[in-house]
C-alpha cells in the first residue's frame, strides 16, 4: 500500500461542503482529504508487530503502511483488513497490537501526535475484532507513543510500554486513568503479562528487563542486560526464563526465579531485533537488524550450551523486528522491513508461507536521456540493497514533439539491462571533480553523513539523523551539477544546494527511498520501500504521478487528484481511505467501485506539463465531491 502526497498547493484536497456533511466535525490536525492508497494484497512497509490467534489458522499484522490485516496464513490470503484514522507522514502508523484471550478485542497502538488535542492524546484504540469498528479509544496527556502492548490473562486489563519508560496499566472497561509503574528511564520497547496474572515483565531502552508485582507495583527483580541501546525481550513460555538482546548482538538468558545468568550468546554481527522461546524454553530465536555489511538471518540457538542449531536462510539481510511463535509450537511467524510476514517451521527451519502482496520494494530507477522512458528493478544484492540491480522493467511516457504526441504505454520488460547509474550518481562529465561520498556518524554509528567536494575541497557535510532520515539511502546530483538529492528512511527526499542548504522537500514515499533519478528537463523519479515509483516536478517539489506495478501484471498511475490509468487488475488496487473522527474507523472505498477516475488523458497531461492539474480547467470532478456523491446519494 502507498500513500499519496498531495503537495504545497493542493495538500489538502477535502475541504468541500459535501464530505463535510457526510463526517462528523474533526479536530483540525485529523485532515479529512481522501487518503490514496495501493492495496497490493500484502504489507508495503516495514512490519511491526505480529500475533497469532488462538487456533492458530490466523495471523494478525500491523506495519508502517498503516494497516492491519488478518491473514489466512496457510491459504496465503488477507481476510480482511481494519484501519486506522491515518494521514500523510507518521500519521497512523501502528505500532503494536494485542489481542485479548476471548478474541473479542483488538488493541491497536499507532502515532499519538496527530490524535492530541491540548493534552488530551488518544494513545490506543480497541477494535472490535469482528467486525473492525471502534468499541472506545484510550486517552493519556503525557503524549508517549505506545511500542508494545499485552491483554492480562482474564482480558480486564491491558499493559502498555511507551516512550520515556511509560508503563501503564489501562482498565478495559471503566474510566479510571491508567495506573503507572515508575522505574525505567528509557523507551520500554517489551511488555508482558506472566502466567500467574500476578506479574509483569518489561524491557527497556535503559538496557534493564524488570519484574514487577502487579498489585503493589513493586519491582521484584532487575536483569542488567549491559552496554547498549534497542533492548529486546522475550519469556519462556513455560514461564521460567527471560532473554534480553540489544544493539550490541548479545543475548542474555536468566532464571525469573532465582535470578541467575543461565547464559550469554553471541556476539551477532548485528543488532537483535526479535527474540522467541520455544515451548520448552531450551531454544531461542533471534531476529536480526541487519545493520552491518555481515548479513545474518533469523537464528536460533541452543540455551544450554550456546550453540546455533539453524538459521532461516529465506530472510538473510533482511531486518526482523518481530517474531511471534505459533499457540502449538510448531511455527514462527517473523517479519521485519520487506513488508512479508515469514511463517515457518520452528524445528526445521523451513518455509512454510510468505504472506505478501503482489508488489516488490523498488530498488533502482531510471528516466533514459530524455525523459521518455521510465524504468525500474526490484532485484538488489549486498547489505541495505548497497548494490542497485539493473532496471528491468518500463514504461513509455506520455511526451509532446512539434509532429506527435505520445501517449501512456503499459509497463513492459526492458530489451536491454543495465545497471542503475543514476541512482548513486557522484559525479557528472561536466563537473568531473564534484563528488558525493557518505561517512557514518551519530548515537548508533549507523546514521549518515553526506558528503560533498569538489576535489579536495569539502563543499558540505549533511546529516541524516533519527528525525529526518537516519540514512542517505539514494543519493546523486542534480543533471545540471547545480544540486544534490538525497533519499532516506521514512521516505525523506530533500533536494540541498552544493553547500547543504535545504531547498526542496518532495513529500509522498510512506518509508525508504533507495532511488533516484533526474533528467533536464525538470522531471524527476524515485523509487523505494513502499512498492511504488513516483515522479516529480523536481524544481517545486510538486508530485505529479505515482506508480504500482505487481508482479501479476497489474499496474495503475495516478495523480494526486485521483484519477488514474492502469490496467483492469490494477484499478482494483487504488481505493482511498476517508477520516471519520479520532474515535471511528475510517471507510475504504475502492476505484473500480466509482465511475470516471479512470483518465489517462489527465495522468498524460500532468506528466507532460510537469504540474499539478487544474481540475476546473480539465472540467474533472473533484475526488472529494465524487466520493460524496458514490457513497451518500
Known amino acids: 500500500m502507498a500513500f499519496e502526497i498531495t503537495g504545497r498547493a493542493a495538500r489538502w484536497l477535502f475541504r468541500l461542503a459535501a464530505i463535510l456533511l457526510a463526517a462528523p466535525a474533526l479536530a483540525a490536525d485529523l485532515p479529512r482529504d481522501p487518503l490514496l492508497m495501493i492495496d497490493s494484497g500484502g504489507h508495503t512497509a516495514l512490519v511491526r508487530s505480529l500475533l497469532f490467534t488462538k487456533d492458530g489458522a490466523r495471523i494478525v499484522s500491523a506495519a508502517d503502511d498503516k494497516t492491519i490485516r488478518v491473514w489466512d496464513w496457510r491459504a496465503g490470503k488477507t481476510e480482511r483488513q481494519i484501519f486506522v484514522p491515518a494521514a500523510n507522514g507518521e500519521f497512523g502508523k501502528v505500532y503494536a497490537l494485542a489481542l485479548s484471550p476471548d478474541e473479542k478485542w483488538l488493541a491497536v497502538a499507532s502515532e499519538a501526535r496527530p490524535y492530541c488535542v491540548d493534552d488530551d492524546c488518544i494513545v490506543m484504540r480497541l477494535y472490535d475484532f469482528v467486525s473492525g469498528k471502534v468499541a472506545r479509544v484510550f486517552r493519556d496527556s503525557d503524549r508517549n507513543m505506545i511500542m508494545a502492548l499485552d491483554f492480562s490473562p482474564d482480558g480486564h486489563r491491558i499493559l502498555s510500554g511507551g516512550q520515556d519508560g511509560a508503563v501503564l496499566l489501562w482498565d478495559v472497561e471503566g474510566d479510571r486513568p491508567p495506573r503507572k509503574f515508575e522505574g525505567h528511564d528509557g523507551d520500554v520497547y517489551g511488555v508482558r503479562f506472566l502466567s500467574d496474572g500476578k506479574r509483569i515483565a518489561t524491557a527497556s531502552d535503559d538496557m534493564t ?30 514461564g521460567d526464563r527471560i532473554a534480553a538482546g540489544a544493539s550490541t548482538g548479545r543475548i542474555n538468558v536468566w532464571s525469573l526465579e532465582t535470578g541467575e545468568r543461565i547464559r550469554e550468546i553471541g556476539p551477532m554481527a548485528n543488532v537483535i531485533g526479535a527474540l522467541a522461546f520455544d515451548p520448552s524454553g531450551e531454544f531461542l530465536m533471534a531476529g536480526i537488524v541487519n545493520r552491518s555489511d555481515k548479513e545474518e538471518a533469523p537464528t536460533v540457538w541452543r540455551v544450554s550450551d550456546g550453540v546455533k542449531v539453524r538459521d532461516y536462510r529465506a530472510q538473510l539481510g533482511e531486518t526482523v523486528n518481530v517474531a511471534r511463535l505459533s499457540p502449538d509450537g510448531a511455527a514462527i511467524a517473523t517479519a521485519g522491513t520487506d513488508g512479508a510476514v515469514h511463517v515457518w517451521d520452528w524445528r526445521t527451519g523451513q518455509s512454510l ?5 503482489v508488489g516488490r520494494r523498488i530498488w533502482s530507477v531510471d528516466l533514459g536521456e530524455d525523459g521518455r522512458q521510465l524504468s525500474w528493478g526490484t532485484l538488489s544484492t549486498g547489505a541495505f540493497g548497497a548494490v542497485r540491480g539493473p532496471v528491468s522493467r518500463a514504461m513509455t511516457l506520455p511526451h509532446k514533439t512539434w509532429y506527435w504526441t505520445y ?12 545497471p542503475d547509474g543514476l541512482a548513486q550518481r557522484a559525479a557528472t562529465p561536466e563537473h568531473p571533480r564534484l563528488s558525493l561520498k557518505t561517512e557514518r556518524g551519530g548515537r548508533f554509528g549507523w546514521e549518515y553523513m553526506l558528503v560533498a567536494r569538489d576535489g579536495e575541497k569539502e563543499l558540505a557535510r549533511i546529516e541524516r539523523s533519527a528525525w529526518n532520515g537516519f540514512r542517505h539511502t539514494a543519493f546523486g546530483l542534480s543533471p545540471t551539477a547545480d544540486s544534490i538529492l538525497s533519499g532516506g528512511d521514512n521516505g525523506m527526499l530533500v533536494r540541498y544546494g552544493l553547500h547543504g542548504e535545504q531547498m526542496t522537500s518532495y513529500d509522498g514515499h510512506v518509508t525508504t527511498v533507495w532511488s533516484i533519478a533526474a533528467v533536464r528537463d525538470g522531471l524527476m523519479a524515485s523509487g523505494g520501500e513502499d512498492q511504488t515509483v513516483r515522479l516529480w516536478n523536481m524544481a517545486s517539489g510538486a508530485p505529479l504521478t505515482t506508480l504500482f506495478a505487481g508482479i501479476d501484471g497489474s499496474w495503475a498511475m495516478w495523480t494526486p487528484q485521483g484519477y488514474f490509468a492502469g490496467s483492469k487488475s490494477g484499478a482494483r488496487r487504488v481505493g482511498w481511505l476517508v477520516n471519520e473522527g479520532f474515535e471511528t474507523a475510517p471507510r475504504y472505498f475502492r476505484a473500480d467501485e466509482m465511475k470516471g477516475l479512470e483518465r489517462p488523458d489527465l495522468v498524460q497531461k500532468t506528466i507532460q506539463t510537469r504540474s499539478p492539474l487544474d481540475l476546473r480547467a480539465e472540467g474533472a470532478e473533484p475526488l472529494a465531491q465524487r466520493i460524496a456523491r458514490e457513497t451518500h446519494r
Do not use: K, Q, Y
Not at 524488570?210 to 513455560?238: H, K, V, Y
Not at 501517449?407 to 543495465?418: C, V
Open 407 to 418: 501517449g501512456l504505454g503499459a509497463p513492459h520488460d526492458r530489451r536491454t539491462f543495465r
Open 209 to 238: 528487563a524488570r519484574i514487577w508485582n502487579l498489585e503493589t507495583g513493586e519491582t521484584l527483580r532487575t536483569f542488567e542486560a549491559g552496554s547498549g541501546t534497542d533492548l529486546r525481550m522475550a519469556i519462556s513460555p513455560r
Open 353 to 357: 508461507r510468505v504472506l505478501e502482496g
